[in-house]
């Protein structure tokens, strides 16, 4: 893994007369990592850089998010551009609209996860639980380390008979874990589908795809753009299928000045 500002002098040359097509995770990437999830948020400078890059000819922007459709609308709040939900499962933009079709056994299996998780953290301190629609999830930021391994312990307990294991994805992200649909979909499978779907409309032009993300679930994506996409972690250095690194949200911003002066 490179840090990307040392190389951008050779990766800005590559993206003359491209396509470019901008990938964004949303918690830990745009916007610092919050004590609780309600706190992530992003300001109106930023958020009009980013409708400044959205609005740019050859240009595109999606946010690519674990938290549910619904939520990374209202916190972005940008009209025009893509955003995906739940890892994408859910995607919606002016011209796409995607939510998956979910069984009653599915929601009726996602409460009783709730009912029991909530019953046993009753009294575990920092632990909150999120329905995010076709998933739930457990939030444990604020949780001290003995209640953390409280709350781990509880979803597993709740989560591994193998009645409920059998129908459920469980997901491990960075002080949160979730249970969601039994599918093999995650970031990577989203960004790759928005991608050919945007090969095909630009008619011939070189698509450059570039993914930021900050989390295990961010990976997938870098995995699935490891040939020729331009990944970009974000944090200290670390084991990842990205090529690149920036250290903090600040840093992101920083690069999207740059994109959006190209
Ligand atoms: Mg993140």
Redesign the pocket.
């Known amino acids: 893994m490179e840090y990307l500002f040392s190389q951008w002098d050779k990766l800005k040359y590559s993206l003359n007369s491209r396509y470019l097509f901008l990938f964004l995770?949303?918690?830990?990437?745009l916007s610092p990592?919050a004590s609780a999830p309600h706190k992530a948020v992003i300001s109106k400078v930023e958020k009009n850089l980013l409708k400044r890059i959205s609005q740019k000819p050859d240009c595109k922007v999606a946010i690519i998010?674990?938290r549910s459709l619904a939520d990374i609308k209202k916190r972005v709040g940008i009209k025009g551009i893509i955003y995906s939900g739940n890892h994408g499962l859910e995607v919606e933009s002016p011209k796409i609209k995607h939510k998956p079709q979910v069984s009653e056994a599915h929601r009726k299996l996602l409460r009783k996860i709730k009912n029991e998780l909530e019953f046993k953290l009753k009294k575990v301190h920092g632990a909150i639980i999120e329905d995010k629609g076709l998933s739930l999830a457990v939030h444990f930021r604020e949780a001290g380390k003995q209640d953390a391994n409280l709350i781990k312990t509880a979803f597993r307990e709740v989560t591994i008979l193998p009645s409920v294991a059998k129908k459920i994805k469980i997901r491990a992200?960075?002080k949160v874990l979730e249970a969601g649909l039994p599918v093999e979909w995650g970031k990577g499978t989203i960004v790759l589908w928005l991608l050919s779907r945007q090969k095909f409309a630009t008619d011939g032009k070189e698509v450059a795809a570039i993914y930021i993300?900050?989390?295990v679930?961010?990976e997938d994506a870098f995995e699935a753009l490891r040939k020729d996409g331009i990944t970009v972690f974000?944090g200290e250095k670390k084991p990842s299928y990205a090529k690149y690194f920036l250290k903090d949200s600040k840093e992101v911003y920083k690069f999207l000045n740059l994109i959006l002066a190209l």
């Open positions: 995770d949303y918690d830990g990437t990592i998010s674990g992200g960075k993300g900050d989390d679930t961010d974000v």
